[in-house]
Every structure is written in structure tokens, then in C-alpha cells.
């Protein structure tokens, strides 16, 4: 400028700066993971020219102004990158992808005959839970039911509260179907008779319904063990707990809702629409997405994906329910802790042949990686009897290789005190940083043949490992099955 001092005066060319990305991506004009690249900032500083167009030497002061200016560069790309480990993500971006936050609780079923200790932890109840779920639907209801049967009808009923927790879920779906004009879609088994409270809704226009089946895909006997509820494509539920009054008051059952999850949610809806199409052409389109990244509870970044099997839902095979379990058992590092209703490595449409999937995992875990396992398996009158074999040979593998494996049956009795009532119908495995919740059996049946679905977390992926925000969902957890473990309803093998 006219007038001005050039002197001393140094200026910063910002058209001359540029920034390189080197690493998982090629330098590119679009935003990059600044987390997962190694930085190289270019600059050029223009010094005022001599007189007679020669450039003065750098001073001292020009050096502190330089090594202020790189200071302040690596400062500012550190508190961008927040600071965090250069590895780089297993899928891109850390980036949580639902940005609204989404919000997961465990939900369970507690019938009588059921002690547990003082103080013990207490999850929300199934029934009031799905209350919220059906009241929060705005336009859409889609849900998978693997029994029906939420009025008593002419069933003995011993305690009118059972039955009241059925006929308010009722007439929920009344409301939302007529008073709110939801559009409400429901599959069930279609080896069972299409129940009559289905016929009721689908003849007063609440809601259509559809059997599904895979028999003709299998060429084999399949039925539907699992059961899903998604709201407007937002909130789901996905457990053991059927459309049952006995099985929301009367069975011990256990699942999760996840809500305001709209990313997630759309996956399970996939599911769903894949089934409802599998029911009226008997053909199948598409499989689920890949995991995502997602903020749970406000503070917990973790990978999610929702699960289904058989494999012929997923052709891509890209998230089996058998495959999520797999992932668990092989990826635990210190400890496994299972909770599932039915153990039992082989077939029972099979001529009992055996499938030794399950049982190798878990051997080598404790043999070859000195895993601590704690296995909790329903005692109850529809056990197979061959079950207890399989597990007894597990629990001989207590104390080699540094591992240990613990077995527990877990029983519940009736009114008279001595008849198992119902099994425990918690299906679930968690690690030291995943866990996956589930609707199968552990049986090749189960993995192999029927319908049912899943949800596994893992956190780190992210490089969360260890931290303490992610301890309300994994210590949620793990409190319910200490409580299980230590009740008076279970017992070593």
C-alpha cells in the first residue's frame, strides 16, 4: 500500500497452501477421514523483496514467525481430527451416521416362579415397552410375530393381569390402525392356522396380514423364531417376546428397542419387506445392508448391523445370524458370557447328525486362546436329551489351556413348586467389546432352517476399546445375566 513500511512486513500466500492426503484414499477435492491419513501441510511464505529485487535473508524473527505459523496448523488439525488414533477405521468415517442419537434399552418378560437376590437388576417390562412403541407410530407398523394369541379367549387364565397386558396391546393396535390410520403389516407362521384375532383385524381394515414360509426355498420343514416390531421406520423391537399374552406374562423373555434410529431401523424394515414379499411370490430380492456406524444413548459409538437367517434371506451373505455369533466367540479376547435357551450341536431333522460349528468355536476359544466362558442353558421340559452330552463335554474342558469353561442349567418351575413352567428364552452372547442379541436357538435347526433375526454391536472397530462410555450398554448387559447366573433358578451341570 502506498505510504506503508514494507520493510518488515511478511505475508502469508493462503492461495499457495495446500493440504495432501496421503493414506486409505488418493488425494481427492472431497471431505476425507482426517483421522485415518497422514498430514503434509504445503505453504509458501512471500518475504518483501530488497531494494533492487533481491530478497532479504530470513531473520530471527521471520523464524519464530514461521514455527508460530506451523504450531498453529498442527494445533488446528489436531483438534480437528480430535486428537484420536491414526488407525483407520474398518469402514471409513468415524463419522457416527445417525446423527440424531440414537437410543437402545434392553426390554425382558418375568413370569412367576422366577427369584432373584435383593437389589438385583430390573429391566422395563416387554408389554409396556411395546405400548410405547405402538403409540409412537405415526404411519407405519410392521411386525413379525412367531405366535399370536394377545386375548384369552377360552384359555384357562389364573391371573387377570396377565391377561390385561394382552388387551391393552389390543386395542393399541385397534387405535393405531383405525383412529390413526397407520398402515399396519403383519407376518406369522404359515404352518400355523392363520389365527382368528388376525382374521378380526384384517376384516374390520386395521391391518393385513400375511403367512410366511420357506419350505419350498428349503425344500426342507422351516418356521418363524423371532419376532419384530418397526414404527414409521424409526423405533423397532426385535426378542423372544411373541404377540401372546402368555408370552408377556408367562414366559421369560428378553429383547431390545432401539428408538429414533432411523439408519438401523430402515435395515430392519429391508428385512421385513424382503419376508412380506417372500410371502406373496415366494421369491426373495435383497439382502440387509453392510454394519454402520452408529451414536448410541447419546455417548456410545459403536458399529451396528442387523442380522437374519437362513442364508437364503441373505444371499450375499453378508450378515447370517450364525455369522454374527461366530464373530463374537472368535474376535473375545478375555471372556464370553452366554445366555441362550437350546445348546444342542446337531440336527434334529437330520437324523441327529452332528454339526460341530458351535462346539469347535467355543473349544478352541478356551484351549486355544484361554478364554473364561460362562454358559447359562434352559433346563425345561422340551430339552433335548442329547444336549446334556454335548455340554458335559464342554465343561470337561474346564482348567486346560488356561481357559475355564462354567455351564449352568437354568430351570424354571411352576405353581406346584417341582414342573419346569417354561424355558428361559434370553438368547445372547457378549464379549469384552461385542455383543449380539438374537432370537435363535444354538442348534444347526435353528441357524440353518428357521426364521429369526439379530443385532450385533462391536465398538472396537472405532477404537473404543476399553472406554467407560461405552459401559452402560455392555454393563446393562452384563448385570442381567449375573443376575440369572446367581439366581436360585440356576444350577451347575
Known amino acids: 500500500m502506498p505510504g506503508r513500511d514494507h520493510k518488515n512486513s511478511l505475508t502469508l500466500d493462503v492461495d499457495a497452501c495446500s493440504y495432501t492426503s496421503v493414506g486409505r484414499s488418493s488425494i481427492t477435492s472431497t471431505p476425507v477421514s482426517l483421522a485415518s491419513v497422514e498430514r503434509t501441510w504445503n505453504f509458501r511464505i512471500n518475504y518483501p523483496p530488497e531494494e533492487g529485487g533481491r530478497r532479504k535473508p530470513a531473520t530471527i524473527g521471520t523464524v519464530i514467525v514461521l514455527l508460530f505459523l506451523v504450531v498453529m496448523i498442527t494445533v488446528a488439525v489436531m483438534v480437528a481430527t480430535g486428537g484420536q488414533d491414526k488407525q483407520p477405521p474398518e469402514e471409513g468415517s ?10 437402545l434399552s434392553y426390554v425382558e418378560t418375568l413370569p412367576g416362579g422366577v427369584t432373584f437376590r435383593q437389589n438385583s437388576s430390573r429391566l422395563p417390562r416387554t408389554s409396556d415397552s411395546w405400548l410405547e412403541v405402538l403409540r409412537s407410530a405415526q404411519r407405519t407398523l410392521d411386525i413379525v410375530s412367531s405366535s399370536w394369541g394377545l386375548l384369552a379367549g377360552s384359555d384357562p387364565v389364573q391371573n387377570d393381569t396377565d391377561v390385561t397386558q394382552g388387551h391393552r396391546l389390543w386395542q393399541e393396535l385397534i387405535s393405531a390402525g383405525s383412529t390413526r390410520s397407520v398402515r399396519i403389516r403383519i407376518l406369522y407362521d404359515d404352518r400355523v392356522a392363520s389365527p382368528s384375532e388376525l382374521s378380526t383385524l384384517v376384516r374390520r381394515g386395521v391391518a393385513t396380514a400375511r403367512g410366511v414360509a420357506l419350505d ?5 420343514q422351516s418356521r418363524v423364531h423371532g419376532n419384530l416390531i418397526v414404527a414409521d421406520e424409526k423405533t423397532f ?31 430392519v424394515t429391508q428385512v421385513f419387506s424382503n419376508l412380506w414379499e417372500l410371502a406373496a411370490s415366494g421369491t426373495h430380492v435383497q439382502s440387509v445392508a453392510r454394519p454402520m456406524h452408529l451414536c448410541l444413548n447419546q455417548q456410545h459409538n459403536v458399529t451396528a448391523s442387523v442380522t437374519v437367517s437362513p442364508t437364503v ?20 479376547r478375555e471372556y464370553l458370557d452366554i445366555s441362550v435357551r437350546d445348546y444342542l450341536p446337531s ?3 437330520d437324523g441327529l447328525s452332528y454339526w460341530p460349528v458351535l462346539q469347535e468355536a467355543l473349544s478352541r476359544a478356551t484351549l486355544s486362546r484361554a478364554i473364561q466362558v460362562r454358559l447359562l442353558v434352559s433346563a425345561w421340559k422340551n430339552t433335548p436329551p442329547d444336549m446334556f452330552g454335548y455340554l458335559q463335554s464342554l465343561s470337561n474342558l474346564h482348567g486346560l489351556g488356561g481357559g475355564h469353561i462354567h455351564v ?36 444347526k435347526d435353528d441357524f440353518e432352517d428357521n426364521i429369526s433375526f439379530g443385532l450385533l454391536l462391536n465398538h ?3 477404537g473404543f476399546y476399553g472406554n467407560t462410555k461405552y459401559n452402560n450398554i455392555h454393563q446393562q448387559l452384563k448385570a442381567v445375566f ?12
Open 313 to 332: 434371506l441373505d444371499p450375499g451373505n453378508n450378515s447370517s445370524t450364525l455369522g454374527a455369533v461366530l464373530k463374537v466367540i472368535n474376535s473375545a
Open 94 to 103: 468415524r463419522r457416527c451416521l445417525c446423527d440424531q442419537g440414537c437410543s
Open 482 to 493: 449375573e443376575r440369572d447366573w446367581n439366581s436360585d433358578s440356576a444350577y451347575p451341570l
Open 408 to 443: 449352568k442349567l437354568f430351570n424354571i418351575t411352576g405353581s406346584d413348586g417341582q414342573t419346569p413352567s417354561g424355558p428361559n428364552n434370553s438368547r445372547y452372547v457378549y464379549s469384552e467389546d461385542s455383543i449380539f442379541i438374537g432370537t435363535s436357538d444354538w442348534t
Open 237 to 267: 423391537y426385535l426378542g423372544s417376546a411373541a404377540f401372546s399374552w402368555r408370552s408377556l406374562s408367562q414366559r421369560k423373555n428378553f429383547g431390545v428397542v432401539v428408538s429414533n434410529c432411523t439408519c438401523l431401523a430402515r435395515d
Open 347 to 349: 440336527s434334529r431333522t
Open 460 to 462: 472396537t472397530a472405532l
Open 216 to 220: 419350498n426355498l428349503l425344500k426342507k
